[in-house]
Nanobody, 118 residues
Framework: QVQFVESGGGLGQPGGSLRLSCLAS????????MSWYRQAPGKERELVAW????????EYIDSVVGRFTISRDDAKNTLYLQMNSLKPEDAAVYYC???????????WGQGTQVTVSS
């Protein structure tokens, strides 16, 4: 049974930091491409960052470059998103997603709310 446990969301201050975690189980985590998406009220879900299996490649949307860092610990089956210099426009529900490298399998987390306010 595939399961994601997302944590680390909550209230962050403008200019502050939050670290999201996504603990995965039930599939071969280390072989999957992993990513973080976010969806703000009234907006479409958007890809924020992704990391390849093996961690060789990471990519980010322009609005978070230099502020967010995606990483993974395959020994712990955990995906992370370090969010620094938070802005009000970063407020959204953040989702982790796993995509198999050699099949169409994909899995989504349940989402964790990030609010940015002083």
């Amino acid at each position: 049974q595939v399961q994601f446990v997302e944590s680390g969301g909550g209230l962050g201050q403008p200019g502050g930091s939050l670290r999201l975690s996504c603990l995965a189980s039930g599939f071969p985590f280390s072989t999957y491409f992993m990513s973080w998406y976010r969806q703000a009220p009234g907006k479409e879900r958007e890809l924020v960052a992704w990391i390849s299996n093996g961690r060789e490649t990471t990519e980010y949307i322009d609005s978070v470059v230099g502020r967010f860092t995606i990483s993974r610990d395959d020994a712990k089956n955990t995906l992370y998103l370090q969010m620094n210099s938070l802005k009000p426009e970063d407020a959204a529900v953040y989702y982790c997603r796993g995509v198999a490298a050699f099949s169409n399998d994909e899995y989504w987390g349940q989402g964790t709310q990030v609010t940015v306010s002083s």
